[in-house]
């Protein structure tokens, strides 16, 4: 639905040399199955070459599960996955026993004893693949402290992947959520007490609850997740995107008919601008919309965030209470300080802007003090799923309005400019105007702009041109509409608004439709006292 209209060679030349690894998080499978690999083994290197007990959070799909198995590879055994990476002539440590868990393995529970009896099972699962057995039902977590107090200093490796996942299932329970935390707290306590056997703890997760007790009973565990030296931990750097993925850079520019030059500028618009660092100078590309976009070149510049990564349940649950904000807001930079974005927070706390920042919807764009950063959508593709949730918030559910919104594609790229009208008018009749109204232009055109978006297009608002600033540009089909719009606050000004906007279209020659599409120019008035678009004419091209 974001494709580009573009012409395909007739046959294809490129031969692949590795596999892409889509969805592999396995990283000894990955080795041996001849997929490519981004080597970042320098700087998993620099991390565990000493005793370290390290936090790391990222949002969905960049690769947390991945990095995970390759730290699990390493410790458990040695360099025999590592032939050919840059750590091969770097690590010189020996094997330890190590001790992988998947929190998002216990995050379907139906209460606290529930939950209790699947930790307990997956603790004394994982650690008895390492010499622990529990002797009591009920007893496992005051048995494995007693298991760890014996064992020698600095040889067990312990890797925690998405620890969150379980507080994040019952966000809408704070009770649930109270014990839940609690239940978590004892084991992560249990490692504190017995650290002195641990030479390295690694966890992954999206969000910081400050309330698992995580950061206060491993008083001596550091997060790095804003650390510039790991910026690039996750994700693909430019030149690495260059590097690793050179013939399918080629055979997607092919398949497009693009030269390699306007292909990884296309890319870069759509898939890069992720920044985790707090410099704001290193910026990576979302793993999982690269690779699906390599796997499937022909099908264009595809919206992948949204459908996998773009719905993490911290912050669905989360807006279920709260709102995003007013959509006049949309795509405005946002000034945060770096301890809100790296201090834990307690169940509540979070600001939407947070929340959106952890998973990935606002990345830093720029350092603006010592203390302070800018943050704003990364790509088109996230600002455009971000378009996506506003249009679910304007809607709130409505019965009938999501459908209605479905067939606006439909209509904008077959039907008559009055039916297009009518279909706006028809789902504009379904927005809250206590807690959205439309009190301007401005606000007229953002929630346009937002609901277009949510009907799967791209529009695109005060588009440049020589003579002026087109209000609002959408592509649907072979066509191309311009919509010029207006605000009045009683039908008494509509035929001067009207008018007007007719006048602007003309005089500053709105609109280019590119590679033959049908240009279409319409002039919107929206009535404030009627609440809809009260009047509208097709200007002649």
């Known amino acids: 639905m ?4 573009l012409n395909k060679p007739s046959k294809m030349i490129v031969k692949q040399e590795k596999i892409l690894p889509l969805g592999q998080s396995d990283f000894p499978y990955l080795r041996k199955s001849n997929a490519v690999y981004v080597d970042k083994t320098d700087l998993i290197c620099s991390l565990c070459s000493v005793p370290a007990k390290i936090l790391l959070t990222r949002p969905r799909r960049f690769g947390k599960s ?3 198995s390759t730290f699990e590879s390493l410790f458990k055994h040695g360099l025999r996955d590592f032939k050919g990476l840059k750590i091969e002539k770097q690590w010189t440590d020996r094997l330890y026993d190590v001790v992988r868990l998947d929190f998002s393995s216990v995050k379907e529970f139906s209460s606290a004893e529930d939950f209790s009896l699947q930790l307990g ?5 994982s650690f008895s693949k390492v010499g622990f057995q529990k002797q009591n039902a009920g007893q496992t977590l005051s048995e494995l402290a007693q298991w760890m107090q014996d064992l020698d200093s600095g040889t067990l490796v312990v890797l925690i992947d998405e620890y969150d996942a379980p507080l994040t299932a019952c966000l809408d329970d704070a009770r649930l959520f109270e014990e839940v935390r609690s239940e978590m707290g004892r084991f992560f306590a249990c490692l504190k007490s017995n650290s002195g056997c641990l030479r390295f703890l690694f966890i992954t997760g999206i969000t910081k609850f400050s309330s698992t007790t995580i950061f206060s009973e491993l008083n001596n565990l550091t997060d790095i997740s804003l650390d510039e030296r790991y910026g690039a931990l996750l994700g693909y750097t430019e030149e690495e995107l260059k590097q690793s993925f050179s013939s399918y850079l080629t055979q997607s520019a092919q398949s497009l008919g693009l030269s390699e030059q306007e292909l990884a500028q296309e890319l870069q618009v759509y898939y890069d601008g992720f920044c985790f ?4 100078c290193v910026h990576v590309y979302c793993p999982w919309s690269v690779l699906n976009f390599f796997n499937r070149p022909e099908r264009g510049f595809q919206n992948y965030w949204f459908a996998s990564g773009g719905h993490p349940a911290v912050l669905m649950k989360h807006l279920k209470g709260h709102r995003l904000g007013n959509p ?16 834990p927070r307690q169940l509540g706390e979070f600001s939407v802007e947070v929340l959106l920042a952890q998973t990935g919807y606002l990345t830093i764009r720029q350092r603006l003090s010592a203390d302070h950063v800018l943050l704003g959508y990364p790509n088109r593709e996230v600002c455009l799923s971000m378009g996506r949730l506003y249009a679910d918030e304007l809607l709130e559910s409505r019965p009938g309005a999501e459908c209605s919104l479905a067939y ?7 039907q008559s400019p009055a039916q297009v009208v009518e279909a706006f008018n028809t789902v504009f009749n379904t927005i809250d105007y206590i807690r959205y109204p439309v009190k301007d232009e401005a606000s007229c055109r953002s929630h346009l702009q937002m609901l277009l978006i949510g ?5 695109v608002t005060e588009l440049h041109s020589a003579l002026g600033r087109s209000d609002l540009e959408v592509d649907a089909a072979n066509r191309r509409w311009v919509f010029e719009l207006k605000f009045v606050k009683s039908t008494v000004s509509v035929d001067d608004a009207l008018a007007q906007a007719l006048e602007q279209i003309k005089s500053r020659r709105y609109g280019q439709a590119p590679g033959g599409k049908e240009l279409i120019c319409i002039a919107l008035v929206f009535c404030a006292d009627q609440r809809r678009f009260a009047a509208w004419r097709q200007a002649s091209n």
């Open 408 to 414: 606006w594609a439909q209509i904008l790229g077959q």
């Open 121 to 125: 099972r997956l603790l004394s699962s």
């Open 455 to 459: 009907a799967g297009l791209s529009p």
């Open 66 to 68: 991945l990095l995970v």
């Open 277 to 280: 660092e707090e410099t704001g």
């Open 2 to 5: 974001f494709s580009l209209t």
């Open 328 to 343: 006049d807001s949309f795509n405005q930079p946002v000034a945060l300080s770096l301890d809100a974005l790296s201090t």
